[in-house]
């Protein structure tokens, strides 16, 4: 994926917030990246621009040859849904509905069969180790079960490219460390892209890049 002088800011009754100014970043197949930097300085608006769920101002959104920023909005949503995986801070289950249930809603959303997308969706809840939680609904599952089955949700139409935001921030420490290890264990295993939001250094420590965003720019990649 190829950003070139992407701009994004926000208006408010009295100005327009710069977030993002004439950003420019290539991330390539099967990288693991962190970005880092202070609260509130952009690394999520970084993230959703990277994901497709917000549009920059200006600037140009690459995908191997394919310009993402000229499809309207039912294309891009089609794009979003086979090619990126998304993992946030709250995992964003669906209460009411299984654990199965809600790792198929992305299959479905693609029009996958619901026999396909039942198997599909068993095979990677068992992989992350849950196939005895199939059935319980989402409210039932502990903090660490619902971020695994929303990971699971993630992976279940095996994307290129995964986001996350912060993925481990409503987790304690045995099952931060545990998702660390998931992450990259999944990352080998699927060959996809990983692009991770944190302040949690251990996780940054783990990818092959940091990147530091501060006052609207990319300052440094270590």
């Known amino acids: 994926m190829r950003l070139r002088s992407v701009s994004k800011g926000f208006n408010t009754k009295d100005e327009k917030i710069e977030i993002l100014n004439q950003v420019d970043f290539d991330i390539y197949k099967g990288q693991t990246i962190a970005v880092v930097g202070a609260s ?5 608006t970084f993230l959703h621009v990277i994901g497709t769920l917000d549009r920059p101002d ?4 690459f995908f191997q040859d ?12 089609r794009f979003r849904n086979k090619k990126i995986g998304f993992v946030f801070q709250f995992h964003h289950l669906l209460s009411g509905f299984t654990a199965l249930e809600n790792v198929m809603i992305p299959c479905m959303i ?5 026999k396909q997308a039942m198997e599909k969706a068993k095979t990677v809840i068992t992989r992350l180790g849950l196939e005895k939680r199939l059935y319980h609904r989402a409210e039932d599952l502990s903090g660490g079960e619902q971020q695994r ?10 994307p290129d490219l995964l986001l996350a935001d912060e993925p481990t921030g409503n987790l304690d420490r045995k099952n931060s460390s545990e998702m660390h290890g998931l992450i990259m264990e ?18 940054a420590a783990l990818m092959q890049k940091k990147v530091t965003i501060k006052e609207t720019r990319i300052i440094s990649v270590d």
Do not use: Y
């Not at 200006?58 to 959104?61: E, F, M, N, P, Q």
């Not at 693609?110 to 619901?114: A, N």
């Open 58 to 61: 200006s600037g140009s959104l």
């Open 40 to 44: 509130g300085i952009g690394k999520s």
């Open 66 to 77: 394919c310009d993402l920023l000229s499809m309207n909005d039912e294309k891009l949503a």
């Open 186 to 203: 999944l990352n080998h295993e699927f060959g996809m892209t990983l692009v991770v939001v944190t302040h949690n250094e251990e996780l």
């Open 110 to 114: 693609s029009r996958v069969s619901r």
């Open 149 to 158: 089955i929303a990971m699971a949700r993630a992976l279940v139409m095996n």
